[in-house]
C-alpha cells in the first residue's frame, strides 16, 4: 500500500537555524513526490516537485529511493517560514490523486 | 483568472441533513479532486475526477456523492450527513499526469452537530 509518513507533527527553530522537515513514503513503483505548503489563512500551495529539482523559497528536497525519503531542507529559517507543511505521493499519471502525509507544522522564532 | 473556487466557506448541518458543496475551475484543467483535511491525518482524497463524466472514488468515499457533467464544475454531495463528516473540505485541480502541479480551493469548513 502506498503511504506517505511525516514523523513530526510540530517542528520549532529559531530564526536563522538550519530546517529539516522529514518524509519517508512506501510505494513499489516510481513515485512522484511533491511538498506542499499552507500558510496561516492561506490555500494550499505547491512548494516543491522532486521531478524539478528547482530550490523555492530556499528550500530543497532530494528524492532518496534507496531510503525512500523526500526530506525538505533549508540551510536557514526564517520567521515567514512559519506553516504547514505536507509531504505528497502521486502515482505516474495519476495527477487528480495524491496521497498526504499528516503534515508537519513548522514554528520559526525569532 | 479566478482558479478554484468553493462555496460555501463555512457551513454548519444537523445529523441527517444533506447538502452539496461547490467547487469550479476556470484553468480547463482535466483533473480535479476532493479531499478532507482532518487534524493529524492530513488530507485524503474523497473522490476524483479525470475528466467530464467520468468519477472515481479516493480513499475515504463512503457518504459521498460526485457527479462531473462540466469540465469546471466537480460539486461533493454529502447525502446524509454525520458528525464524523465534520472537517474542511478542498477541492483542487490539475491538467493532468502525476508531475503537475495541484491548484486547490480555499476550503470549506463543515461542522455537523
Known amino acids: 500500500a502506498q503511504r506517505v509518513t511525516q514523523p513530526e507533527k510540530l517542528l520549532s527553530v529559531f530564526k536563522g537555524a538550519p530546517v529539516e522537515l522529514k518524509c519517508n513514503y512506501s510505494?513499489?513503483?516510481?513515485?512522484?513526490l511533491f511538498w506542499y505548503v499552507q500558510y496561516s489563512r492561506q490555500r494550499l500551495q505547491l512548494l516543491l516537485r522532486?521531478?524539478s529539482r528547482e530550490s523555492i523559497k530556499g528550500f530543497t528536497a532530494d528524492l532518496n529511493k534507496g531510503e525512500t525519503s523526500f526530506h525538505l531542507k533549508k540551510p536557514f529559517a526564517q520567521e515567514e517560514d512559519s506553516a504547514m507543511y505536507y509531504c505528497?505521493?502521486?502515482?505516474?499519471?495519476?495527477?487528480?490523486?495524491?496521497?498526504f502525509g499528516q503534515g508537519t507544522e513548522l514554528s520559526v522564532k525569532p | 483568472n479566478a482558479g478554484v473556487t468553493q462555496t460555501p466557506k463555512f457551513q454548519v448541518l444537523k445529523t441527517g441533513q444533506s447538502m452539496t458543496l461547490q467547487c469550479a475551475q476556470d484553468?480547463?484543467?482535466?483533473?480535479m479532486s476532493w479531499y478532507r483535511q482532518d487534524p493529524g491525518m492530513g488530507l485524503r482524497l474523497i473522490h476524483y475526477?479525470?475528466?467530464?463524466?467520468?468519477?472515481d472514488q479516493g480513499e475515504v468515499p463512503n457518504g459521498y456523492n460526485v457527479s462531473r457533467s462540466t469540465t469546471e464544475d466537480f460539486p461533493l454531495r454529502l447525502l446524509s450527513a454525520a458528525p464524523s463528516q465534520t472537517s474542511v473540505y478542498f477541492c483542487?485541480?490539475?491538467?493532468?499526469?502525476?508531475?503537475?502541479?495541484?491548484?486547490f480551493g480555499p476550503g470549506t469548513r463543515l461542522t455537523v452537530l
Open positions: 483542487a485541480s490539475t491538467p493532468g499526469g502525476g508531475g503537475d502541479t495541484q491548484y
Open positions: 510505494y513499489s513503483g516510481s513515485p512522484e
Open positions: 522532486h521531478i
Open positions: 505528497a505521493l502521486s502515482r505516474y499519471n495519476q495527477g487528480g490523486k495524491l496521497i
Open positions: 484553468m480547463n484543467h482535466e483533473y
Open positions: 475526477s479525470v475528466g467530464a463524466g467520468i468519477t
